[in-house]
């Protein structure tokens, strides 16, 4: 008969040791910083150091082209003094939040209703309308800015469709069309994120509201809204970001005209550094900007931090 | 015998020795140099999407100068540095590489525009010392010498030279009762002119004159700027650079504009605000007869050959009319003049920068000269070749037309604030072209304010 085999014994910290360990105190092993050392670095890196420069830059006379464009100067507070002043800052600021509130409210509305639209529709229908915004979505931005200027200037899709063929609807409402066509691009990835969402949900508690007589928009509003609220804090964040730096689609559409109408701050960012040689100037508006995204991601953070 | 030998022998092949050996270092020497000057090599930036009419024509002008050159001077290499993209990508591009003497381009070829911000930076080397003997420089117009003129110095040379006129459709004008050939002593004469048509043609567009901001700094240049410059007071930048922001030369051409839009008689926005290469558009109008009259550079007219096909129109030569731009109320002709200019940059070393001249001198050949005039649309800084019929056959008869119009046109000043300045009137006829409603005056106090706003108080002035 063969011998089972001696299993090892596994030493250990003993019953008395292990009694001396406090585990309601938060506990660090030192030797862990080396292994953080590379994402730290990284950090730095590409972070840090780049967004210090930009810092830095914005408070500079530095041009792309003229006298200060190899020998720039710290001009302390000058830009930001000019900044104060220029209205065609404030201006774009404005048509910033417009767009930013304007896409967010959109791609979340369009894209809960598409989702549970979806999710009643017909199998074949749910394949085709969901692959049409799908295809939307991840169309790359020079695509959907020309797609969405050959139908809204005169002679385009909607206006011969409308029977008013000579309507220039981008000319005459450039704002309200850049935001749609935002809307539409990113509509696709709120309502996959709306709808895996809506499926998570359990029948069970819909069902039980039907059964006590609860109307649609009460179980809309007591059931469903409170279990969307996380993935829907999530969709109005991640579309606030993107529609924040949605440079390419309002450039190929409108190059933020006319006049300053669709100049959102990428564009007069980019305008004032590379149109008008301010590097400086746009570099400080891009910083205003970081300010911006800053905001909404402790936004994020804070309503995370406190369903945990 | 010996005894010589013995004396003579080692001097002898001491002597031998000396002179094999400076034989050897000279012989040295000169295939070092020789190797040295075959060691040249010069990089050639230019715009591969926007000086040509089109990029395969482009491709062959620039090839075709650099074969001659390279045959002509074996010992240089020339790197052809294509920069992709519209004018703005151009020069981004170009500025980010002047920024690093291992980047910069040894020439370079960017509009007149540019100059003076290039040469304040400290990008570009006096070309006066190698102009001093130069047999086509000295056949250019004073006012194209000039272009690069900058404290006594010239930094960069013309390679072509754009300018405006008025187009004219034959058969409308003749539909509308307007004798021909049509020449308008004044700017009602124009607005008189277009209002006839649009009582006998109503369909179509009466006047095409650029408005709006897609076009860029360029699409004034082909548009708003040639009537200020036809005003009472065209002044855009005092002698002491200030940026003018309100003169009654501003007022009446933006007054134009009004008119011409109030009354119904400009072209769609759709049109105008196109970012799809709007200052070409009028010659597929005309080509589609639909458009009466436009305030149109010179390239319209090679527009219409089956070399740029923009569109190709074989009954061009016959069906349409040129005419010179007037000033307001009479007394000759108006128009801006920009062009495109060679510069050398100041980190070419003095054999790269001798070898870049050369490439000029090759480039401004006349045969070369004129195929860079008739496929970019240019009319060529040479004034005896506005004559010469490889130049005048190829868009007859346009060509010849602006090349006589050319000595009436004033150049666009180049600095920092121009494009500040510019940005701010193509506003102003943006406005004036998306409202009518909007008056002159209203147009011009946007502009004012906008561009006050950008270069602060004491960059501007005030003209009376």
């Given amino acids: ?308 | 015998m010996k005894a010589i030998w013995k004396g003579v022998l080692p001097r002898v092949i001491a002597g031998t020795a000396i002179i094999a050996m400076s034989t050897a270092t000279l012989a040295t020497g000169g295939v070092t140099q020789a190797g040295a000057a075959s060691k040249v090599t010069i990089s050639v930036a230019y715009a591969a999407n926007t000086t040509f009419d089109t990029t395969p024509l482009g491709l062959t002008w620039w090839t075709a100068v650099k074969t001659e050159y390279e045959q002509k001077y074996p010992n240089v290499t020339v790197n052809l540095v294509a920069v992709q993209g519209g004018e703005p990508d151009f020069l981004t591009k170009l500025a980010l590489d002047y920024h690093s003497t291992s980047t910069a381009p040894t020439l370079a070829q960017f509009p007149s525009t540019e100059i003076a911000l290039y040469q304040s930076t400290g990008y570009l080397k006096s070309l006066s010392p190698f102009l001093k003997n130069s047999s086509w420089f000295a056949q250019f117009p004073k006012v194209i010498q000039n272009e690069g003129l900058i404290g006594g110095k010239i930094y960069a040379v013309s390679s072509g030279e754009n300018n405006v006129g008025l187009y004219y459709d034959k058969a409308i004008m003749l539909k509308a009762g307007i004798k021909l050939p049509w020449q308008p002593k004044t700017w009602n004469d124009i607005i008189a002119a277009a209002e006839k048509i649009k009582a006998a043609e109503p369909k179509i567009i009466p006047l095409w004159t650029d408005a709006g901001t897609s076009a860029g700094p360029n699409g004034a240049g082909y548009g708003i700027l040639n009537l200020l410059a036809g005003s009472s007071t065209p002044t855009i930048q005092t002698s002491s650079g200030k940026m003018v922001v309100d003169s009654p030369g501003l007022l009446q051409t933006l007054n134009f504009y009004h008119e011409v839009f109030s009354k119904g008689l400009g072209a769609p926005t759709s049109q105008l605000f196109s970012p799809n290469n709007a200052p070409n558009i009028p010659s597929a109008d005309f080509f589609k007869g639909t458009l009466g009259i436009a305030v149109g550079a010179n390239f319209l007219g090679g527009n219409w050959t089956k070399q740029v096909s923009f569109p190709y129109w074989s009954k061009a030569s016959t069906a349409m009319g040129v005419a010179g731009l007037p000033k307001v109320n009479g007394g000759g002709y108006a128009s801006t003049l920009s062009g495109w200019d060679f510069g050398i940059s100041s980190a070419a070393s003095s054999a790269q920068a001798t070898a870049a001249f050369n490439f000029m001198n090759v480039a401004q050949e006349q045969k070369n000269l004129i195929e860079a005039g008739n496929w970019a649309g240019w009319v060529p800084p040479v004034q005896s070749d506005w004559t010469v019929p490889l130049y005048t056959n190829f868009a007859a008869p346009f060509n010849e037309e602006f090349g006589k119009l050319l000595p009436s046109s004033s150049e666009l000043p180049t600095s920092a604030n121009y494009s500040v300045w510019v940005q701010g009137i193509e506003e102003a006829s943006g406005t004036l072209a998306q409202t009518p409603s909007t008056t002159g005056a209203q147009a011009l106090a946007t502009m004012k304010g906008f561009v006050t706003n950008q270069l602060g108080a004491s960059a501007v002035t005030t003209l009376k």
């Fill in chain 1, 1 to 308: 008969m063969a011998s089972l085999p001696v299993m090892d014994t596994v030493t250990g910290p003993s019953m008395s040791e292990l009694w001396k360990t406090r585990h309601d105190k938060s506990r660090y092993q030192w030797s862990s910083l080396g292994l953080l050392t590379p994402a730290f670095a990284l950090l730095v890196l590409l972070f840090l150091v780049p967004m210090g420069f930009a810092v830095y830059l914005g408070l500079t006379n530095l041009t792309l082209v003229g006298p200060t464009a190899i020998h720039s100067a710290f001009t302390g507070m000058a830009n930001l003094e000019r900044l104060k002043s220029d209205t065609t800052f404030w201006s774009s600021l404005w048509a910033t939040g417009i767009f930013i509130v304007g896409s967010v409210v959109g791609v979340v509305v369009v894209g809960y209703v598409l989702a549970s639209l979806l999710m009643r529709a017909r199998p074949w229908m749910r394949m085709i309308v969901g692959g049409v915004v799908v295809v939307a979505w991840m169309m790359p931005a020079v695509t959907a800015g020309m797609t969405w200027y050959a139908s809204t200037t005169g002679g385009g899709a909607f206006s011969t469709l409308l029977g008013i063929p000579n309507t220039n609807f981008l000319d005459n409402d450039p704002l309200l069309v850049v935001t749609l066509a935002s809307i539409w691009s990113m509509t696709g990835f709120s309502m996959l994120v709306m709808g895996a969402a809506l499926r998570n949900i359990p029948s069970e508690a819909i069902e039980a509201a039907t059964v006590e007589n609860a109307s649609s928009w009460q179980r809309f509003r007591m059931i469903i809204l409170p279990l969307l609220r996380p993935t829907m804090t999530a969709v109005v964040l991640l579309t606030g970001l993107l529609a924040l730096a949605n440079f390419s689609l309002i450039y190929i559409m409108t190059q933020g005209g006319p006049g300053n109408a669709t100049n959102i701050l990428p564009l007069y960012s980019y305008q004032q550094a590379f149109t008008y040689n301010n590097l400086a100037y746009g570099a400080l508006i891009g910083n205003v900007m970081v300010v911006i995204a800053t905001v909404f991601g402790v936004f994020y953070v804070r309503i995370t931090a406190r369903r945990l």
